[in-house]
């Protein structure tokens, strides 16, 4: 079978202007891309909590995240500093027992969870939700 060999006119493009772009400082730390991540630092940090207290907190330099059942302070410490590149000044490590709740007649509980509040040093903020979309 005979191929047909064919020509195609390449056609510019209009050119659109540049827009000016401003180099902004700021304090806050952007996490990283998620390619660069390893698994043991986001299967560790699960996710901020964000609740009034945490909010107040965070006045404090205090970050509170929900984390894993085996997470334990030195491993909640070194995932902060791969996540988001700062060294937390301390850390404390929190279970939250399961609660007993009750649907009608149903008797049941809510799962039992870990958290962990995170203080940073002095001048230093996070911004925990420069990777949500």
């Known amino acids: ?16 202007a540049k ?16 390619k660069s991540l390893s698994r ?13 207290k945490t909010a107040i907190l965070s006045s404090n330099n205090v970050m509170v995240f929900r984390v894993a059942l085996a997470a334990t302070r030195v491993g909640v410490k070194q995932a902060f500093k791969e996540l988001y590149g700062v060294v937390p000044v301390k850390v404390n490590v929190i ?23 995170i203080t940073l040093p002095e001048g230093t903020t996070v911004d925990v939700f420069a990777s949500v979309v």
């Open 19 to 34: 827009k000016s772009t401003k180099k902004v400082s700021v304090d806050a730390v952007a996490a990283p891309s998620l």
């Open 1 to 16: 079978m005979p191929t047909k060999k064919i020509q195609a006119e390449v056609v510019d493009a209009p050119k659109v």
């Open 95 to 117: 279970t939250v027992r399961p609660r007993a709740v009750h649907f009608g007649k149903n008797n049941g509980h809510l799962k039992s969870f870990k958290k962990a509040m």
């Open 40 to 52: 043991f630092a986001t299967n560790t940090l699960l996710a901020p909590m964000v609740t009034e």
